[in-house]
């Protein structure tokens, strides 16, 4: 028997296949069946007739870190299929900051994140992840926050992070791998993060591949004479090829220079 069964929808299963009409059996958190349920029992029936039954779609592009603290249950990502997103997007976010840092950051990205309560731990990636597992209505998975790491090393100045900061640095990105976040993230249109050079993020991102985790990266468009190249997309080539991590560019752009060659870019 099962505790659910999901009836007569039609199933997109994400492989690129058309979808099938098709029942959906579920025995506790698992799916135990995909098929035709005519002979089979279930606790609870839903009626799926005319709607899509699907995997929960990943918003890997969002800056709900502080709105999902206000408004837990989330309808406006919800009533749109999405159930995990991927929080600490372009290197702004609260984790890891000391109780001075962060309510330094919560007001400075306040808003692109909305305002968060005051007084909550961030002060580790353990911390951070607690105020959103099972109390908020969406999966979430977290990048450090190359923002943070520099608040908690060398503060918000513009200051090269290198010697006993830079280690400092290293360590807490490194803690936070192992606390759960899948990578590091950084936003070289923002400050402090564009006070950094291309060699400080190689000397991270070297934490990121031993840890297996991804570089994701809003291109630099600031500073850019302290990026290999001039920033942008050479610069974060030559920090994958260079420490090997995996990249991720958050954004591909346009501008006037380069109007009409979206292919070549």
Same mark, same amino acid.
């Given at each position: 028997m099962f505790d659910l069964l999901i009836k007569d929808g039609y199933m997109i299963d994400g492989s690129g296949q058309s979808r099938v009409r098709s029942d959906i059996g579920i025995i506790g958190e698992k799916i135990a069946f995909i098929g035709d349920s005519t002979d089979k029992?279930?606790?609870?029936?839903?009626? &799926? !007739?005319?709607?899509?039954?699907?995997?929960?779609?990943i918003d890997?592009?969002?800056?709900?870190?502080?709105?999902? +603290? !206000?408004?837990?249950?989330? &309808?406006?990502?919800?009533?749109?299929?999405?159930?995990? #997103?991927?929080?600490?997007?372009?290197? +702004?976010?609260? &984790?890891? +900051?000391?109780?001075?840092?962060?309510?330094?950051?919560?007001?400075?990205?306040?808003?692109i994140l909305g305002m968060p309560p005051e007084n909550?731990?961030?002060?580790?990636?353990?911390?951070f992840r607690s105020h959103y597992h099972k109390k908020v209505s969406i999966n979430t998975a977290y990048r450090v926050s190359h923002g943070a790491l520099r608040m908690e090393s060398v503060g918000f100045f513009d200051k090269p992070l290198r010697s006993k900061e830079l280690d400092h640095a290293k360590n807490l990105l490194e803690e936070g791998l192992d606390q759960g976040s899948v990578g590091l993230a950084t936003?070289?249109?923002?400050?402090?993060?564009?006070?950094?050079?291309?060699? #400080?993020?190689?000397? +991270?991102?070297?934490?990121?591949? #031993?840890?297996?985790?991804?570089?994701?990266?809003h291109l630099r468009?600031?500073?850019? #004479?302290?990026?290999?190249?001039?920033?942008?997309v050479p610069e974060a080539l030559e920090i994958g090829k260079r420490s090997g991590v995996r990249v991720h560019f958050s954004h591909t752009r346009t501008s006037a220079e380069n109007a009409g060659q979206v292919s070549k870019v």
């Open positions: 029992d279930s606790k609870a029936i839903i009626n &799926a !007739n005319g709607l899509i039954v699907s995997p929960g779609f890997a592009h969002t800056h709900h870190d502080g709105i999902l +603290l !206000n408004d837990p249950q989330h &309808a406006s990502s919800l009533r749109q299929g999405v159930t995990t #997103e991927i929080l600490g997007q372009d290197g +702004l976010s609260y &984790a890891p +900051l000391s109780s001075e840092n962060y309510e330094i950051q919560r007001k400075y990205l306040g808003g909550l731990d961030m002060s580790s990636i353990r911390a936003g070289m249109s923002y400050h402090p993060n564009a006070w950094s050079d291309t060699d #400080e993020l190689i000397e +991270l991102c070297k934490v990121v591949k #031993e840890k297996d985790g991804v570089y994701i990266t468009d600031i500073n850019p #004479e302290r990026g290999f190249g001039g920033g942008g």
